[in-house]
């Protein structure tokens, strides 16, 4: 709050102007002395300031509107009606329970890189093709006559996704062999990988003569993962023949060879690639 001003002379003081000379000091209307005058005005004004100060205190918080333009009354705004707003009017706030445009920006999941070193599915020949999908393990796996589809990352599940697309175009393969259940098996759900390699096998079985189930490789990063991934195996071995599937036994040929496996302890070497192809291919040739 402003300092109270002190109480002035009495407007004909004489000892205010007893030694002043000029005869404008004066006012000839009233007789007061001039500035004597501008000290009450200022005091009259400086009161009129400290109460409608009080009164703003003592108003809400919500009443309070400060303009750029000068002062905005209660009144002027509730006249303007909240509807007709733009949405370009709030300068850039959004008031709460104003529903934002019903044009928003769709965020789609992105979509597993596929890595195809070979011929497109659709340049393949119907019924004389055989085609290798799976994940980052097969990226670099060269077979004779076959189609690879590398799915980095991919689990059991996406695998099956992919086939259901190629099945709804109606292509057909004479043999297709699957490598994947790794990226599933990190995931502690054992039994949900089997029933996604049961789902997928039947489903490759209906778009192709010759289905054959490639398995893992040794994992050895920490020993739960080697449990796991060797439990996968074993049950694998034993699920495909009794269910009409070939196996690839990757893990007896992997063991115990140094230089089969990167230093990540999950993907081949180029000798293990090496590897890979020719047990893929072995298998390939017995179903013949």
Sequence with gaps: MATTLSASPPL??????????DPTSFSEDSGR??????VLDLEARLEQLEAGLRTVEAKPASQVVTCSAGRATRANLES??????????SQGFV??????????KILEHPRLHVSNRFSP??????????????????????LPAATVRCYPGARVGDIEGNLRMLAQSK?????????????D??????????????????????MSDTVIFSGPLPNLVSDEMYSRFSSFNRWLSRWCPENGVGFVDNWSTFWGKPGLM??????????????LSRNISASLSLST
Aim: hydrophobic content about 30%; aromatic content about 2%; charged content about 25%.
């Design 185 to 206: 098996a990190q995931r502690r759900q054992s039994e949900v990988v089997k029933l996604n390699v049961t789902s997928v096998s039947k489903l490759a079985k209906t």
């Design 33 to 38: 002395c001039v500035k004597c005058s501008l």
């Design 171 to 183: 292509s057909r393969f004479r043999r297709v062999v699957i490598h994947a259940g790794g990226n």
């Design 262 to 275: 990167r230093r990540d302890g999950v993907h081949p070497t180029r000798d293990g690639v090496a590897l």
């Design 12 to 21: 004909s003081c004489p000892m205010y102007h007893m030694f002043s000379d």
């Design 121 to 142: 599915l659709s340049d393949t020949p119907a019924e004389h093709s055989t085609l290798v999908i799976g994940s980052s393990e097969v990226r670099n796996v060269e």
């Design 95 to 104: 008031p709460v329970g104003r529903k934002r445009s019903a044009k928003r």
């Design 80 to 89: 303007t009606p909240a509807p007709s707003q733009k949405p370009g009017d």
